[in-house]
């Protein structure tokens, strides 16, 4: 039986996983293929376990983040931004074998991704004998989070360790080409985040259904295979969850996309942040629709003035 959502909520969520620059084009005409597109470019810093850190950090929940940057200035800027939102950043990787990761991403005029193109190759020296090593930070952690930008061995390290030490495991695929290196794990996780294609790779196509019915048959599927709660995102239909008592949909709220990039992180903190502190299953799904629709309303992967007050807002 994996452990609940009660441990002492001052502990720190520790996170692991990718942190880079996220480039991201927003086209101001339609997309015009083999050629230049105007479009507005913005850059800013991202990574899905460094925006749930962020995120984390930022409603007042302790985050420790371990992950890797390249020996660059933008390595050097990224860790100083997240610290200064309030992560630990003490235990994060400077390598000089490959530079920050980056993300580049390209959007339509209703704010939808279109492209998205992302080097990740510095996170290979996040290696399982450096969680060994520093295996104390899973027995002082109230929850793991991981993304599956880890290599399969550092993923089976860290998932092997916060079992050891006793604490919840929130796993997200992160993408559709990465998302099938939780399938040897799904007993162990407590929660898992997928959109609709990512649950599917995880636990198989939903015949004959469309709309939130597949996604709240996903959702269980993936509840019979051992993970305790499912939240599946259905972008403008909001999130289907599932776990063994009960299941459910959060419908989206209303609001203009400026930037799709972090929604997704930003909804899987709160939901982590609302778990930990005793907050009722169905109350947390709803705060975390709201986190993900405050987020869209900004430019970059987290929402700078991110507080409990404003999701409860959102409401």
Same mark, same amino acid.
């Given at each position: 039986?994996?452990?609940?959502?009660?441990?002492?909520?001052?502990?720190?969520?520790?996170?692991?996983?990718?942190?880079?620059?996220?480039?991201?084009?927003?086209?101001?005409?339609?997309?015009? $293929?083999?050629?230049?597109?105007?479009? &507005? #470019?913005?850059?800013?810093?991202? @990574?899905? =376990?460094?925006?749930? =850190?962020?995120?984390?950090?930022?409603?007042?929940?302790?985050?420790?983040?371990?992950?890797?940057?390249?020996?660059?200035? #933008?390595?050097?800027?990224?860790?100083?931004?997240?610290?200064?939102?309030?992560?630990?950043?003490?235990?994060?990787?400077?390598?000089?074998?490959?530079?920050?990761?980056?993300?580049?991403?390209?959007?339509?005029?209703?704010?939808?991704?279109?492209?998205?193109?992302?080097?990740?190759? /510095?996170?290979?020296?996040?290696?399982? /004998?450096?969680?060994?090593?520093?295996? &104390?930070? $899973?027995?002082? =952690?109230?929850?793991?989070?991981?993304?599956?930008?880890? %290599?399969?061995?550092?993923?089976?390290?860290?998932?092997?360790?916060? &079992?050891?030490? @006793?604490?919840?495991?929130?796993?997200?695929?992160?993408?559709?080409?990465?998302? %099938?290196?939780?399938?040897?794990?799904?007993?162990?996780? %407590?929660?898992?985040?997928?959109?609709?294609?990512?649950?599917?790779?995880?636990?198989?196509?939903?015949?004959?259904?469309?709309?939130?019915?597949? @996604?709240?048959?996903?959702?269980?599927?993936?509840?019979?295979?051992?993970?305790?709660?499912?939240?599946?995102?259905?972008?403008?239909?909001?999130?289907?969850?599932?776990?063994?008592?009960?299941?459910?949909?959060?419908?989206?709220?209303?609001?203009?996309?400026?930037?799709?990039?972090?929604?997704?992180?930003?909804?899987?903190?709160?939901?982590? $942040?609302?778990?930990?502190?005793? #907050?009722?299953?169905?109350?947390?799904?709803?705060?975390?629709?709201? /986190?993900?629709?405050?987020?869209?309303?900004?430019? @970059?992967?987290?929402?700078?003035?991110?507080?409990?007050?404003?999701?409860?807002?959102?409401?």
């Amino acid at each position: 039986m994996k452990e609940p959502f009660s441990p002492n909520p001052a502990a720190p969520v520790l996170c692991i996983g990718a942190s880079s620059q996220d480039i991201v084009g927003c086209l101001r005409y339609d997309l015009s $293929f083999a050629a230049s597109n105007p479009a &507005h #470019i913005r850059s800013s810093f991202g @990574g899905a =376990a460094r925006n749930v =850190a962020e995120n984390l950090a930022r409603l007042g929940q302790p985050a420790t983040l371990l992950t890797v940057v390249g020996d660059d200035s #933008i390595g050097d800027k990224l860790l100083e931004q997240v610290e200064a939102a309030g992560v630990d950043i003490q235990y994060a990787i400077c390598t000089t074998q490959r530079p920050t990761s980056s993300y580049l991403a390209v959007v339509d005029l209703k704010g939808k991704l279109q492209y998205a193109l992302d080097d990740m190759r /510095a996170i290979a020296a996040l290696s399982p /004998a450096y969680l060994e090593e520093n295996a &104390h930070l $899973f027995d002082e =952690a109230a929850l793991l989070f991981v993304d599956t930008n880890l %290599s399969k061995v550092t993923l089976r390290k860290a998932i092997t360790l916060a &079992h050891r030490a @006793g604490i919840p495991i929130c796993a997200d695929p992160t993408s559709t080409v990465l998302a %099938s290196r939780l399938k040897p794990h799904l007993s162990r996780l %407590s929660m898992i985040t997928p959109n609709l294609t990512e649950a599917e790779i995880l636990c198989g196509c939903i015949p004959f259904l469309s709309g939130l019915q597949r @996604g709240l048959e996903s959702a269980k599927s993936l509840v019979s295979l051992g993970v305790d709660l499912a939240i599946i995102s259905m972008a403008e239909l909001g999130v289907c969850y599932a776990t063994s008592e009960t299941s459910g949909q959060a419908p989206a709220l209303r609001t203009h996309i400026v930037d799709p990039t972090g929604g997704g992180d930003a909804m899987t903190a709160a939901v982590i $942040f609302a778990l930990l502190n005793g #907050i009722p299953v169905d109350d947390a799904m709803r705060l975390g629709v709201a /986190a993900a629709t405050l987020t869209l309303r900004y430019q @970059g992967a987290v929402a700078p003035d991110l507080s409990l007050e404003k999701l409860y807002d959102q409401w």
